[in-house]
């Protein structure tokens, strides 16, 4: 898959000390493939490589500490921008209800989503009303009536006798009188978009005025989905897209296309057939997943919950203005120990294992004992400034902490080399991309 195919590409990158601009072409030009091959658009992958070029020829990447992180960094930046960068909320009517019309092709998953919709307003104590505008596919009504019964979600049907205009006006009317104020309208769907349905779909649409015209595809469909996506917005102005059938096979392509060729934001993901598989979309969350960096969020939470939120920023401070001393160093590490093994930790930092001196970073209590020593044989001044540690004064050291010269010498290396990395990381940790991340 993608996430694969990616992966294999930064892996050789993150494999390499220094970087040549050949290795950065190279890299893209097997970015370019992959997203090519998750059936990306290929006008969206032309203008997407371009710009992370662009990019990472102004951050000067071949300088960097470790350039292959700084062009996966860019890589998934871009991707994030792709799907639309942020976060876009769900509409809300300034008078309640506010209507939701699920439009989309039979069997992309509108009436599922449907309910899952429900079920997650209905969490944050809202009160929505299902409308059962499928008066075509067998059994339609019914199947939502089944939801809305599992759900404990009023359904609003006047059967299959009825225009889909008068059921959605008279659902409206009806949640106005019973107090819902979210009022999801199912609709029918056809195999392919062809005129009477988007008649009727706006004819329901002027009837009702809904706040969010949602269409749902299914992601398995790649470009297609793209497609459909263009024609449907074309006539009923949508006001976001839903993916489903994330949580199958998929190329990936349509999440990363839909956004950038309609300019409609993916509001919703849908990964399953049961009633909680749906999620709000996070551009930053699934670009992640696409580049398997997806452990990055387990390990932010752990870190989050972990670590005094105050003295993290503090340090992040300092890391960013390279103020950090062997005095925070030491207290990095109490805090790295009280989040589990470092080995574990590591390991869900993407890359980070095969990083330079990051493997000899192991710490084990006994290591902490001797670190711990050796700090604390240093002087004020030299903890502050390593870079005055000459070699008498790690003699001294050596002597005073009852270590030997060539354990300062291997400490004092790490530090520098953590002092160079955390400069390097300090701009995608910082407690706001952290914060971004995590929403
Ligand atoms: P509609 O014709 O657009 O209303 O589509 P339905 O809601 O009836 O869904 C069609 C089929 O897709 C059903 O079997 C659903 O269970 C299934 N489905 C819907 N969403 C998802 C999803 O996110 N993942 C998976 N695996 N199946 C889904
Ligand atoms: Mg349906």
Same mark, same amino acid.
């Given at each position: 898959g993608l996430t694969g195919r990616l992966q294999g590409v930064f892996d050789k990158l993150r494999g390499k000390g220094k970087l040549t601009e050949e290795d950065v072409s190279e890299a893209l030009r097997e970015v370019r493939l992959a997203l090519l091959e998750a059936d990306v658009n290929f006008k969206v992958v032309k203008d997407f490589i371009a710009k992370v070029k662009e990019r990472a020829v102004g951050q000067d990447v071949m300088k960097s500490f470790t350039p292959g992180m700084v062009v996966i960094d860019i890589v998934n930046k871009e991707l994030t921008d792709l799907m639309g960068g942020t976060h876009t909320k769900l509409a809300k009517a300034n008078k309640p209800p506010t209507v939701i019309m699920m439009v989309g092709l039979q069997g992309a998953g509108k009436t599922t989503t449907s309910g899952k919709l429900a079920k997650m307003l209905q969490k944050q104590n809202h009160k929505p009303l299902l409308v059962a505008g499928d008066i075509y596919r067998p059994a339609a009504i019914k199947q939502l009536q089944v939801l809305g019964e599992q759900l404990k979600v009023p359904v609003f049907s006047m059967g299959d006798q009825v225009s889909p205009v008068e059921i959605a006006k008279n659902g409206l009317q009806f949640a106005k009188d019973n107090n819902n104020d979210y009022v999801i309208v199912d609709t029918a769907g056809r195999l392919h978009i062809d005129e009477t349905l988007m008649d009727e779909l706006k004819n329901v649409r002027e009837a009702v005025g809904p706040h969010e015209t949602l269409l749902v595809v299914d992601a398995m469909t790649g470009q297609d989905a793209v497609n459909v996506a263009e024609s449907f917005h074309k006539q009923l102005e949508l006001t976001g897209v839903v993916l489903t059938k994330?949580? /199958?096979?998929?190329? /990936?392509g349509a999440a990363l296309s839909v956004k950038a060729v309609?300019?409609?934001?993916? #509001?919703f993901a849908a990964m399953g057939e #049961?009633?909680?598989?749906?999620e709000p979309f996070y551009p930053e969350r699934m670009a992640s997943r696409i580049l398997g960096m997806g452990d990055m969020l387990t390990l932010i939470e752990k870190a989050q919950a972990g670590i005094d939120a105050d003295k993290a920023k503090e340090m992040e401070r300092k890391m960013r203005n390279a103020e950090f001393t062997f005095d925070d160093f030491l207290e990095q590490m109490e805090q790295v120990k009280k989040l589990g093994p470092l080995d574990q930790l590591l390991d869900m930092l993407p890359g980070a294992g095969k990083m330079k001196g990051m493997k000899d970073l192991k710490v084990d209590d006994k290591q902490m004992g001797r670190v711990e020593a050796i700090v604390k044989s240093m002087t004020k001044e030299e903890k502050r400034k390593p870079e005055i540690i000459n070699a008498n004064r790690r003699k001294r050291i050596a002597l005073g902490s009852g270590n030997s010269v060539q354990d300062v010498n291997r400490l004092l290396k790490q530090f520098e080399d953590m002092r160079k990395m955390m400069k390097q990381f300090s701009g995608m940790m910082n407690p706001k991309a952290m914060k971004n991340m995590k929403k």
């Open positions: 994330l949580d /199958g096979d998929t190329r /990936g309609t300019g409609c934001p993916i #509001k #049961k009633m909680d598989a749906l």
